[in-house]
């Protein structure tokens, strides 16, 4: 998108996402992390460390806006549909039909985030902001990505004005409290 390269502002990376994803709001937090994360070319990955473990990229963004989906009512919801479709395998014990459902819900819970940063990813790519690549080797099968990790770069402009400092207010003798000047008569 050749809107990209006239972005002046935060403002305006909203803007071009908001004409280019049906999730704004979410594309430009996984923008965010990824900026957050990035060397000072703007890539990131294919691993991050977490906790000192290498940790896969796209894992990664997964993990951290795990928290903003912690709906208690739906992940009851998931629970039973999961439950359910396992009614045949369970062993009828309490405690272990209960961790083997939760490791279910959690793989689910895993398996629709990385589908969303995927294609929060894609959004981002189709505006403009960043581009996408794989690490690793590749082998000749159906699965064309299989043993690649994809590895992020946003584009230089774009990571200037995430990584901006907030501007210093300088505090002079006229200014020293505008609120009072309010008042003042």
């Given at each position: 998108?050749?809107?990209?390269?006239?972005?002046?502002?935060?403002?305006?990376?909203?803007?071009?996402?908001?004409?280019?994803?049906?999730?704004?709001?979410?594309?430009?937090?996984?923008?965010?992390?990824?900026?957050?994360?990035?060397?000072?070319?703007?890539?990131?990955?294919?691993?991050?460390?977490?906790?000192?473990?290498?940790?896969?990229?796209?894992?990664?963004?997964?993990?951290?806006?795990l928290p903003m989906s912690a709906q208690p009512a739906r992940r009851a919801a998931l629970r039973a549909r999961v439950a359910e479709g396992l009614k045949a395998d369970l062993t009828g014990k309490p405690e272990f039909d209960a961790a083997r459902i939760e490791v279910a819900v959690e793989e689910q819970v895993q398996a629709v985030g990385r589908a969303n940063v995927s294609r929060a990813i894609s959004d981002l790519v189709r505006a403009g902001l960043m581009t996408r690549h794989y690490a690793g080797y590749a082998t000749n099968h159906k699965n064309r990505g299989g043993g690649r990790h994809a590895v992020y770069v946003v584009k230089p402009g774009v990571l200037a004005l995430l990584r901006r400092p907030a501007p210093i207010r300088r505090l002079g003798a006229a200014s020293s409290n505008p609120q009072g000047d309010l008042f003042a008569a």
């Open positions: 998108m050749e809107r990209a390269q006239e972005i002046t502002g935060v403002g305006g990376i909203y803007a071009v996402l908001v004409e280019a994803s049906n999730r704004p709001r979410y594309a430009f937090l996984v923008l965010q992390l990824v900026a957050e994360i990035a060397d000072g070319r703007g890539q990131a990955g294919p691993f991050v460390a977490q906790g000192g473990v290498p940790v896969l990229l796209r894992e990664w963004l997964c993990s951290q806006l």
